[in-house]
C-alpha cells in the first residue's frame, strides 16, 4: 500500500504547477476579502438628524446653525440629538417661537438629515437605516455572517461529494451573481437577501480553495501555501480600503468590487481538482491525468505503480460524519477546533465592524487593519519554528489580552486605543491562518470537507453574533471588548487539548476498516482501526493520522 505523500514527492511536492495553483486561488481570496468587510463603507453610519422644514415656512433668512437651535433639541454633550426633534408650531410666527420656546419634543416625522461631506450615499442613506431602523443595518451584517454558516454547512459535504474543484466554480458563479445583483436592489430586504447568497458563496469559496491547495502541497511548504492564500484576503481589505475612498456610492462600490468576478468563469479550464481526493473515492483514471499534468509541469517522472497501491475510501469502511462526536479522540479534537473557529471569526469580524470606535477615520483605521494583517505571513516562519499547538495558543492568549486592555483607557487616548486594537486584529488573523493549517492536517481526506465546514458553522455563527454584539455597546459600553477578551483566553487555554501536527504527512483515512461492525475489545471496527491507524505513527495526541 502506498500513500498519497509518496505519489506527490514523484510529482513534485512545490513545483511550477502548485506555485501556479497556488496563484490561482489567492486571487479569487482577495474579492472575499471586498465582500467580507465592504459593508464597513457601504452600510457606514453616517451623522444625521430630524429634517424639520417647517420652521422654514414660518421665516425666511435664518443661518443652518439658527434653524437646528429652533427645531432639534441637543444632547448632554452640546450635540444634536439624532432621532428627537421639538414638535412643529407651523400655525405660529417666529416671534412666539423665540418668546415661548419649545420643550416638547416628537420622533422624526418629515424624515432625516444627512451629512454627506464623506459618503455620496450608503445603504444608511438610502433606505434610511437610522433610528428605529437601525438595526437593519447591523442585520444586513448579521445576514452575510449566516449565508457563511449556511455556506459552510452545504459546501462542505458537497467538496467531500462532488469534488474541490466543482464546489469552487459554483461558488464562484453565485458570488458573481448576488455580488453584482445586490448593487441594483430597490430595497432593504431584497439587499439583506442577496447578502445572504453572497455570504453562502464567499463561504465555499473560503474553504474550497485552501483544502485544494493544501492537499496539491508537500509537507514541507503546506503552512506556506495556506497562509499566503489568507495573505491574500488581507491584500483584499487593503485593496477595498482604496476604492471605497475613491468611489463614495455604495451601489458603484457594489459594482466595482463584484463585476471583476467573471474572469473566474476561466477556471472551467484553468483549476485542477485535487488528486488526493479523487485518489480517495476510487477514480484512479481522472487522478492519473492530473498528476501526469503535474508532474510534465514540475519535470518530474511519474510512477503511476505507486496509483495502483492507493487504499480507497471504496476499499475500507468509510468514517461518516457521526464518527467525529463517537470516536473520543475525534470528538476531543472536533469539539476543541469548533470553539477556536467560533471563537476567531467572532472576535476578528467585532474588530472589523468596530472601526468607528476605534477611530473617526474609518478609512484610515481599516487600512491599518488591512496592512498589519499582511503580517500573517510571519506565520509562516512560527509555524515552522514553533510548531502549530505554541502559535494558536499564543495567538489567542495575546488577541484576548489585548482586548481587555483596551478597557483600560478612557476616552481621548486615541493612539494608545488604536495600538492595542491593531495588536487584538494582528493576533486573531494569525491564530485565523493556523486554524486553517491545523483543520486541514487534523482532519482526514476522506471527510476534510465536511469536518472543516462542521467547524466553519461554528465560526459563522460568532460572525453571526458579533454584529449583535455591537448593538449592547450603546447601553453597555465595553461589553464587546470584555466578551472579545474572555472567549479568546478560554479558547487559548483549550488549545492545550490539540496533538501537534508540524511535519506530518496529511492522513487520508482513519485505518484499514472491514464491513464488519463487531466489537473488539468494547470498541467498534471503525475505532479500533482508526486508533491502530494512530499507533502505527505514535500516539494519537502526538500525530495528524486521522
Not at 496533538?499 to 473488539?520: F, I, W
Amino acid at each position: 500500500m502506498s500513500e498519497f505523500g509518496e505519489i506527490l514527492k514523484d510529482v513534485g511536492e512545490f513545483g511550477q504547477f502548485q506555485k501556479r495553483l497556488l496563484v490561482l486561488i489567492c486571487i479569487p481570496y482577495l474579492f472575499t476579502g471586498f465582500h467580507l468587510i465592504a459593508q464597513v463603507f457601504t452600510g457606514a453610519t453616517v451623522q444625521h438628524h430630524c429634517q424639520a422644514n417647517w420652521i422654514q415656512n414660518i421665516t425666511e433668512g435664518l443661518s443652518k446653525e439658527e434653524q437646528l437651535l429652533l427645531t432639534i433639541p441637543k444632547e448632554q454633550d452640546g450635540s444634536y440629538q439624532k432621532c428627537k426633534m421639538y414638535v412643529p408650531h407651523p400655525d405660529k410666527d417666529i416671534n412666539w417661537i423665540l418668546l415661548h420656546g419649545n420643550k416638547s419634543t416628537a420622533a422624526c416625522e418629515e424624515g432625516w438629515m444627512y451629512d454627506f461631506s464623506q459618503y455620496r450615499s450608503t445603504i444608511v442613506t438610502e433606505f434610511n437605516l437610522v433610528c428605529d431602523h437601525r438595526w437593519l443595518s447591523k442585520f444586513s451584517q448579521t445576514s452575510s455572517m449566516a449565508g457563511l454558516f449556511v455556506g459552510a454547512m452545504l459546501f462542505g459535504p458537497l467538496a467531500d461529494r462532488f469534488g474541490r474543484q466543482r464546489t469552487i466554480l459554483v461558488s464562484l458563479l453565485l458570488q458573481l451573481i448576488s455580488g453584482v445583483g445586490a448593487a441594483f436592489v430597490p430595497t432593504i430586504s431584497l439587499f439583506i437577501v442577496l447578502q445572504f447568497v453572497l455570504g453562502t458563496s464567499v463561504s465555499g469559496i473560503m474553504m474550497n480553495t485552501v483544502t485544494l491547495g493544501t492537499e496539491w502541497t508537500g509537507v514541507e511548504h503546506r503552512s506556506f501555501a495556506s497562509v499566503l492564500t489568507q495573505c491574500a484576503l488581507s491584500v483584499g481589505q487593503i485593496l477595498l480600503t482604496g476604492l471605497a475612498y475613491g468611489i463614495r456610492d455604495w451601489r458603484m462600490l457594489q459594482l466595482t468590487t463584484s463585476c471583476p468576478i467573471i474572469i473566474f468563469l476561466s477556471y472551467i479550464w484553468l483549476l485542477p481538482e485535487s488528486a488526493r481526493w479523487l485518489l480517495m473515492k476510487g477514480q484512479k483514471e481522472a487522478a492519473k491525468k492530473y498528476l501526469r499534468s503535474a508532474a510534465i509541469v514540475n519535470k518530474r517522472v511519474l510512477h503511476e505503480s505507486l496509483i495502483d497501491k492507493i487504499v480507497t475510501t471504496k476499499e475500507i469502511q468509510q468514517i461518516t460524519i457521526w464518527d467525529l462526536f463517537r470516536i473520543s479522540s475525534l470528538r476531543r479534537v472536533t469539539l476543541v477546533l469548533t470553539f477556536i473557529w467560533f471563537v476567531n471569526s467572532f472576535v476578528y469580524y467585532g474588530l472589523c465592524f468596530s472601526v468607528e470606535r476605534f477611530s473617526k477615520d474609518i478609512y484610515l483605521m481599516n487600512f491599518i487593519f488591512g496592512l498589519v494583517e499582511v503580517l500573517r505571513v510571519s506565520c509562516i516562519w512560527l509555524l515552522a519554528k514553533f510548531g502549530r499547538k505554541k502559535c494558536q495558543g499564543c495567538f489567542l492568549l495575546l488577541g484576548g489580552v489585548a482586548c481587555l486592555l483596551i478597557l483600560a483607557f478612557p476616552e481621548g487616548m486615541a493612539l494608545e486605543v488604536i495600538v492595542l486594537a491593531v495588536l487584538a486584529k494582528l493576533s486573531i488573523s494569525g491564530s485565523f491562518s493556523v486554524t486553517y493549517v491545523y483543520s486541514t492536517e487534523l482532519f482526514p481526506t476522506a471527510i476534510r470537507q465536511s469536518s472543516i465546514g462542521l467547524a466553519s458553522m461554528f465560526a459563522w455563527l460568532g460572525g453571526i453574533i458579533a454584529p449583535m454584539i455591537m448593538l449592547l455597546e450603546q447601553d453597555y459600553p465595553g461589553s464587546s471588548l470584555i466578551l472579545f477578551g474572555i472567549t479568546s483566553i478560554i479558547a487559548s487555554a483549550l488549545s492545550l487539548l490539540l496533538p501537534e501536527t508540524a511535519n506530518k504527512e496529511l492522513s487520508d483515512h482513519t485505518g484499514q476498516v472491514g464491513n464488519v461492525k463487531k466489537k473488539v475489545n468494547g470498541k467498534s471496527d471503525v475505532e479500533n482501526a482508526y486508533h491502530q491507524s494512530a499507533a502505527d505513527t505514535g500516539n494519537f495526541t502526538k500525530s495528524t493520522r486521522m
